[in-house]
């Protein structure tokens, strides 16, 4: 037999088949997104809104770990969009990651870009997400990843298992909202509802009829899959007399803890068991927010699922609703996050670093501009904008990685600082005016190959101190520490954990407060990393990381791929 390599790449019902040999082929599972205007009513009435296959959530991907799936995207909206892969590392291939401007330009109306989405060991839930201006409010959906063909969950297999998105709906368009932010230089109308899984629930008008439903049998254990797509706010989550038990987040296995209700950021996925073991009857599922900062306009609406026993009996008239922690209620915020253990068994080992080659301190403001003649509707007429490390980040007018792949000169500096150009009393309640204009710029940091880096947020309570959760592309971090107030570098790294910490894609630094994470920088690329907050993240909140390539061609960016959406 003739020794060669033969490479075929075809399509076939759905499928990519990779075979390499004359034996060995790889079916990688082919989807394909159609992004459009679809009507859909909420609330008593009805707007057009992005969707991908009309579907609002979107679609659920399906993969086992150490999969590749394909997706082909195709743009008949009306504006332009990207798509990220929300914690999919995608090892040494940034160029499928999605985020505009960052490692790609977006895909205009009309045109269509194949994205690759490479698994590497992430095990449990993920989502992915439009990531330009604020449309991922309508356009995002679940990614569940099963354990690797052979092998099972570290816990019973449960009898089913639910992804649960939770979500924010406005009745104004998406882009105008958007579009009047940014013009007017202020804060954004709140929310008009919270959703679960499309649908706002009872306690709205207009909704009680398409109220979700969980259909569940007595005795059976299930596996929910919990994903906050909410654009502005870190929610609570809990079910009406019964507890969750955390296994996971961020789709890597938690040592399993008992809870009556989540704390879960925009971008943070938990997986949650809990077993239907209460007397047979209707029970609400809700969510409502959690805000931290003082004097932080939110929507104060809670948003409401049925949990509904399968069998013959009479239900209550009305659900039962479950005790939430109250809107501002931080101490509770941070328990349930503060609770988060890596499973950190022989099957699922932690490598946290433990020589640190690169430190980093960065601080995380919300921050103002003066405007002309005060004519903005920020505090005092000024624009409304957030900083890390005092640089508010702007976006450029081609992507980061095309311009760092290709050598296209003065697309961005190369300068963002390590620590913060001034040092103050972080959390005091009164600081001075002067601290609260940050510089604008196009600033990347730069990572060597395979360091090691510890990052440790501060919040700010400059204009006002809020709540930031932290997202990563690229990575999964360990969290490694964190408190309340200013962090002190004697004492503090004291208290690490260095033994068990959870390892995930998106962490709520608290207000007013620190967390402290590290990971190593062997994915090269460039990877952003910003508030999950999108109007943080749109006033500047933002960094870009470029890891700079190895030592041989597995330690190489893969080359850009055909069809690149053009600037």
């Given at each position: 037999m003739l020794a060669m390599k033969i490479l075929i790449s075809l399509q076939l019902l759905g499928l990519t088949l990779l075979c390499v040999g004359i034996f060995h082929c790889q079916a990688w599972p082919r989807y394909t997104f159609v992004v459009d205007e679809t009507p859909y009513r909420r609330l008593c009435s009805t707007k057009n809104i992005l969707t991908v296959n009309g579907q609002f959530p979107g679609p659920t991907l399906y993969a086992h770990t150490g999969d590749t799936i394909i997706v082909d995207v195709y743009n008949k909206g009306n504006r332009n969009i990207t798509i990220h892969w929300h914690g999919a590392k995608q090892p040494r291939n940034p160029w499928s990651d999605g985020p505009d401007y960052i490692t790609q330009c977006p895909i205009q109306p009309g045109g269509s870009f194949t994205q690759t989405i490479i698994f590497s060991s992430e095990e449990g839930t993920l989502w992915w997400h439009a990531h330009s201006e604020w449309d991922r409010a309508t356009v995002h959906g679940a990614i569940v990843i099963y354990p690797k063909k052979g092998t099972t969950y570290?816990?019973?297999?449960?009898?089913?298992?639910?992804?649960?998105?939770?979500?924010?709906?406005?009745?104004?368009?998406?882009?105008?909202?958007?579009?009047?932010?940014?013009?007017?230089?202020?804060?954004?109308?709140?929310?008009?509802?919270?959703?679960i899984n499309g649908q706002p629930g009872d306690l709205y008008p207009c909704s009680k009829p398409d109220t979700f439903?969980?259909?569940?049998?007595?005795?059976?254990?299930?596996?929910?899959?919990?994903?906050?797509?909410?654009?502005?706010?870190?929610?609570?989550?809990?079910?009406?007399?019964?507890?969750?038990?955390?296994?996971?987040?961020?789709?890597?296995?938690?040592?399993p803890f008992s809870s009556d209700y989540v704390t879960i950021s925009p971008g943070q996925t938990i997986d949650l068991l809990f077993t239907a073991d209460q007397s047979p009857n209707n029970y609400y599922i809700a969510a409502k927010a959690y805000v931290g900062g003082a004097g932080i306009l939110y929507d104060n609406t809670t948003t409401t699922a049925i949990l509904q026993y399968n069998g013959n009996y009479t239900s209550t008239s009305t659900p039962s609703l479950p005790n939430l922690p109250s809107h501002n209620d931080t101490k509770a915020s941070v328990h349930f996050t503060g609770s988060l253990r890596s499973l950190a068994d022989k099957n699922h080992p932690v490598d946290v670093p433990r020589n640190i080659t690169t430190p980093l301190f960065y601080t995380l403001s919300v921050n103002t501009i003066p405007c002309l003649n005060n004519s903005?509707?920020?505090?005092?007429?000024?624009?409304?904008?957030?900083?890390?490390?005092?640089?508010?980040?702007?976006?450029?007018?081609?992507?980061?990685?095309?311009?760092?792949?290709?050598?296209?000169?003065?697309?961005?500096?190369?300068?963002?600082?390590?620590?913060?150009?001034?040092?103050?009393?972080?959390?005091?309640?009164?600081?001075?005016?002067?601290?609260?204009?940050?510089?604008?710029?196009?600033?990347?940091?730069?990572?060597?190959?395979?360091?090691?880096?510890?990052?440790?947020?501060?919040?700010t309570n400059l204009v006002a101190g809020d709540d930031h959760p932290m997202h990563l592309h690229g990575f999964s971090f360990y969290v490694v520490g964190w408190g309340l107030g200013n962090f002190d570098e004697d004492k503090d790294p004291l208290k690490?954990?260095?033994?068990?910490?959870?390892?995930?894609?998106?962490?709520?630094?608290?207000?007013?407060?620190?967390?402290?994470?590290?990971?190593?920088a062997d994915n090269p690329g460039v990877w952003f990393m910003h508030c999950h907050l999108d109007r943080h993240m749109s006033w500047g909140m933002d960094v870009t990381f470029i890891v700079k390539n190895g030592e041989g061609l597995g330690a190489q960016i893969l080359a850009p791929p055909p069809g690149m959406p053009p600037c």
């Open positions: 570290p816990f019973p297999k449960p009898h089913a298992d639910f992804p649960i998105i939770l979500g924010e709906w406005w009745k104004e368009d998406i882009g105008q909202l958007y579009n009047e932010t940014i013009q007017s230089g202020g804060d954004p109308n709140i929310s008009n509802a919270f959703l439903k969980l259909m569940v049998d007595y005795g059976k254990t299930y596996l929910l899959r919990l994903i906050n797509s909410a654009v502005q706010e870190i929610l609570f989550f809990s079910i009406a007399n019964h507890k969750v038990t955390v296994v996971g987040s961020d789709a890597s296995y938690t040592k903005c509707a920020g505090p005092n007429g000024t624009r409304l904008a957030a900083s890390v490390n005092n640089i508010s980040f702007v976006d450029p007018s081609i992507d980061i990685l095309q311009a760092y792949y290709y050598h296209v000169n003065g697309a961005f500096g190369t300068r963002f600082p390590n620590f913060p150009p001034f040092l103050f009393n972080f959390t005091a309640q009164d600081l001075p005016l002067y601290l609260q204009t940050p510089k604008q710029g196009t600033e990347v940091k730069i990572l060597e190959y395979n360091a090691t880096v510890e990052i440790v947020f501060q919040g690490y954990n260095l033994v068990d910490p959870p390892l995930q894609n998106t962490i709520a630094v608290p207000v007013n407060g620190w967390t402290a994470i590290r990971f190593k």
